[in-house]
């Protein structure tokens, strides 16, 4: 008797896929031109250095190709996505400044109430600018500065920082949507944690994109001293429309010598997001660099979180999910460079698709030749819950160095029948038995997480579960 | 030097960064080499007298995979995305598709046996052998018969030798083929060419098992280019043994298209001094409960490079299938260049894939243990390559292959005649 296949529903989305007017907000034209990016820089009163990168960056983009390897980006037209779009408010430090429609946005998705229960500082940010931010004073007194990266290019002690750092781990050369970062970018954090502070709770910053056809392309910049210790988690949304939009957002963390930083993302861009962003980490001496990555919205997702470990004895571990549903082609993963002697890295991946999702997993272990010592695992599991769906593994190792030991392991599988039928024999109905053993399967990733955001993620399991039986 | 250059030579079908330098490799054949003859083929002559083909072969089976094919809409979201003509977001819920997704899809639609039908290396690598070789030898079994074969090409320093060979294995026949590539460039400094290009139809329940001896000097470029069709329950297993050539091309691509076929191919290789090791692997699944095992597992010394593909493709509708991919190397020297890609490629749920690899060196602890023993690193490393050629030689088939790996064997570490003796 063949078996009885499962049908997917209508997933209810409606806690990220609400909308508001841009009533008083202003649009720079559609597409990408000198002028336009003119204007971005001017309306910043950004330093002249910086509007020289931004039209040197434009003149990259032009230049570069698409990448061929990875999902189709023909759907997304430059010519009509609107790079700037600024909500009708300036930055302010508490909420009840903030206009209603976006303080109710975020309320909606809890940014409030997460910065009163347990966050040392909260950035929102709300199409192409920073409307809210805030630390605690306890922070502040610790001598951390966490502010808008563009607020902190106009204070000359950090302008000349984030001068000798900007975009020199994601160069505009790297690939396309670098150098359209580059060209266009605007808002995002910059994190300063001075040598042997150690902040106890996290910071956050929240990108939520309101407008249609529009890209977010906000810069995060964090520094992290000698012998400090940071917790940051980034989170992002949008509403679902019928057109193309697009995130093209840089991360670039540097983390000192003996320091240790753990960057965490929920990301949940709406199903008609084009996500480009990049990400990247330089560990110093000793240094380590914990990447924690739950993907689970966008239309198309590149995203690969990179560890330069260069200093001697530095570490890196990435723990990474991605669920794929319908329309989505999830292409994620990390890269990591092994580039100082008795460097490690660890890199553990679950991958889950379904209603005729695609998602993959993309790797990159390379050991140069000064990685003498150094250790290396990869570990990649991947679920497939349908026979429509579809999940493919390209992992690659580069070894150059002396006395390394390089693992890697990876299998693709789906839930077994004999899991589905013990937990039924149990009482327990065929849809609930799936969800438990995918949130199972979650697990490694979800207990690494601050316990709000391990429901919160368990919770898009559970919607994207939502209506899988049938 | 003046050259013909192969590009996007084993390319893998679901490709990377460019700038991991992993997707596909260039072949440069020197344009001054005299095109020789130097193929001989040990078989019965009941094997080469034949009216059968490769073509006629797979012409068969695409009348019996059009006749199971199914009248029913397939309106999988993939097949939607493969299907409209611009991509746009009016449907979410279709997926925007990468290229090699699109091509699998499209060629899944298709269904066509012969114009699925790859080899791992290229097709320009494919033609050129053809030229070399002037004509294609044909093997074709009867059912029932239980048959071997040897193809020897020997080359020689400034000449381009290649063979041609289709193998057509009738249903319920065995064939053994053993395929010797041999470079002897007696003293020469001149570079050389060998290789050879295989198809294989594998008929139902037939067992087909090919043995690759690659013994040439430092000189030549090695091209081993090789394509598989198997049918229902066919089995083929494959060895890869890699000793020698300046530069190896090993391509090998698999249709299991039959229910309950099995691919199994066992790769052992070897890379010294500045060689260059380059292995494409593609296994597509297309019948149900197939099967297919890589095991590769090598030894790198002096400032050798290697580079090793291997994909699994478990395409749509190979249910109850399971692919598994292994590799052990070990780097024996500082100056080593190993780069592996295992790819997994799943359009299929109800299939079962895994890969895994282990990178290492020698242990300093090992190096110590042997130090103790009076073996300095440099001995060491020489009795991890020796390890490798005594089981090459051990496990050749004939005494000419055996010579061959012995004369190799003696060219890289000081004694090894010596083993020759010893096993005589």
Redesign the interface.
């Known amino acids: 008797m063949a078996k009885q296949r499962t049908e997917v529903a209508d997933i209810d989305r409606s806690l990220y896929d609400f909308r508001y007017d841009e009533e008083g907000f202003e649009r720079l034209d559609a597409g990408l031109t000198p002028e336009i990016v003119t204007e971005i820089s001017q309306r910043k009163d950004e330093p002249q250095w910086m509007l020289d990168f931004r039209l040197k960056s434009l003149e990259i983009y032009n230049r570069m190709p698409n990448p061929t390897w990875g999902p189709s980006i023909a759907g997304l037209d430059m010519d009509h996505i609107v790079t700037y779009v600024k909500p009708n408010t300036d930055q302010k430090a508490d909420w009840d400044s903030v206009p209603d429609d976006i303080k109710n946005t975020f309320e909606r998705l809890g940014i409030p109430e997460a910065e009163r229960s347990y966050l040392a500082g909260v950035g929102a940010q709300y199409d192409s600018e920073l409307v809210y931010h805030n630390m605690q004073d306890t922070a502040s007194k610790m001598g951390i500065v966490y502010s808008g990266i563009e607020e902190a290019l106009h204070e000359p002690k950090w302008e000349a920082i984030i001068r000798e750092k900007f975009m020199t781990l994601i160069p505009p050369t790297d690939h396309k949507f670098a150098a359209l970062h580059g060209a266009v970018w605007s808002g995002g954090s910059f994190v300063y944690v001075p040598k042997g502070v150690k902040l106890d709770f996290p910071l956050q910053s929240y990108f939520r994109l309101n407008a249609a056809g529009a890209g977010q392309f906000e810069h995060t910049l964090i520094i992290v001293e000698d012998d400090a210790d940071l917790h940051f988690i980034e989170g992002c949304s949008a509403p679902k429309y019928n057109v193309a939009n697009l995130h093209a957002g840089a991360v670039e963390l540097f983390v000192g010598k003996r320091a240790h930083l753990r960057y965490s993302t929920i990301e949940n861009w709406s199903k008609n997001m084009y996500n480009l962003n990049t990400k990247r980490a330089r560990c110093d001496e000793e240094g380590e660099i914990e990447w924690i990555s739950g993907s689970f919205g966008s239309h198309v997702g590149y995203l690969y979180p990179m560890s330069v470990l260069a200093g001697r004895k530095s570490k890196s571990s990435f723990t990474g999910i991605t669920f794929a549903g319908a329309g989505q082609n999830l292409d994620t993963g990390c890269k990591v460079v092994l580039g100082a002697p008795d460097t490690t890295a660890t890199v553990e991946t679950k991958g889950i698709s379904k209603g005729g999702g695609i998602q993959t997993f993309r790797s990159s272990i390379v050991a140069t030749p000064a990685a003498e010592g150094s250790a290396a695992t990869v570990s990649c599991q991947s679920l497939m819950l349908d026979d429509e769906s579809r999940s493919d593994t390209i992992p690659s190792m580069d070894i150059r160095a002396k006395n390394v030991d390089i693992g890697h392991e990876a299998t693709i599988g789906r839930i077994g029948d004999d899991k589905i039928f013990y937990l039924m024999s149990r009482g327990i109905s065929e849809e609930e038995a799936r969800t438990m053993i995918v949130n199972g399967f979650a697990n490694p990733v979800s207990k690494e997480l601050p316990l709000e955001y391990a429901v919160e993620m368990n919770n898009l399991i559970k919607l994207e579960m939502e209506g899988a039986i049938g | 030097m003046d050259a013909l250059t192969i590009r996007n030579a084993s390319a893998m079908p679901?490709?990377?960064?460019?700038w991991?330098r992993?997707?596909d490799t260039k072949i440069e054949i020197p344009v001054d080499l005299e095109r020789i003859r130097a193929v001989t083929v040990e078989a019965d002559e009941d094997l080469t007298e034949t009216h059968a083909s490769f073509e006629g072969a797979v012409a068969d089976l695409q009348k019996r995979v059009d006749a199971a094919r199914g009248d029913a809409e397939d309106t999988?979201?993939?097949v939607r995305a493969a299907q409209r003509e611009?991509?746009?977001?009016?449907?979410?819920?279709?997926?925007?598709?990468?290229?090699y997704?699109?091509r699998a899809t499209r060629d899944e639609i298709a269904n066509d046996v012969a114009a699925a039908f790859e080899t791992g290396v290229h097709v320009d690598a494919r033609s050129y052998l053809n030229f070399l070789a002037g004509s294609t030898v044909v093997l074709a079994t009867e059912s029932g018969d239980d048959e071997a074969a040897v193809v020897r090409v020997a080359g020689e320093a400034g000449g381009a030798a290649g063979a041609s060979v289709d193998v057509v294995a009738a249903a319920d026949s065995s064939i053994d083929l053993t395929i010797s590539l041999d470079g002897n460039a007696a003293g020469s400094d001149a570079a050389g060419l060998i290789g050879s290009e295989l198809r294989v139809f594998a008929g139902a329940r037939a067992r087909v098992s090919v043995t690759v001896y690659i013994t040439a000097d430092a000189g030549f470029t090695v091209i081993d280019d090789a394509g598989y069709v198997l049918d229902e329950g066919a089995r083929v297993d494959v060895r890869h043994i890699v000793l020698g050539g300046g530069r190896t091309y090993t391509g090998l691509a698999s249709d299991l298209r039959g229910d309950t076929a099995r691919m199994e191919i066992g790769t052992r290789y070897l890379a010294s001094g500045t060689e260059q090791r380059d292995f494409n692997y593609v296994i597509r699944h297309r019948g149900r409960k197939t099967i297919s095992n890589m095991d590769a597992n090598g030894v790198l010394t002096g400032t050798s490079k290697k580079v090793l593909r291997g994909t699994i493709d478990?395409i749509?509708g190979c249910?109850g299938s399971e692919g598994s991919e292994r590799e052990t190397v070990l780097?024996a020297n500082?100056g080593?260049?190993?780069?592996?890609?295992?790819?997994?490629?799943?359009?299929?749920?109800?299939?079962?894939?895994?890969?895994?690899?282990?990178?290492?060196?020698v242990?300093?602890e090992q190096l110590f243990y042997l130090g103790c023993r009076g073996l300095s690193q440099e001995a060491a490393e020489a009795l991890f390559v020796a390890a490798k050629l005594e089981d090459a030689a051990l496990s050749a088939p004939d005494e000419q292959i055996r010579a061959n790996v012995v004369r190799l064997g003696s060219a890289l570490i000081d004694d090894f005649a010596d083993f020759e003796e010893e096993i005589a």
């Open positions: 679901a490709p990377t960064w460019g991991l992993m997707n999988r979201a993939c611009t991509e746009s977001l009016d449907d979410l819920d279709t997926p925007a598709l990468s290229a997704q699109l478990l749509h249910k780097l500082q080593v260049d190993n780069k592996t890609v295992p790819v997994i490629l799943c359009d299929e749920d109800d299939v079962a894939g895994n890969h895994g690899a282990t990178i290492g060196h242990r300093p």
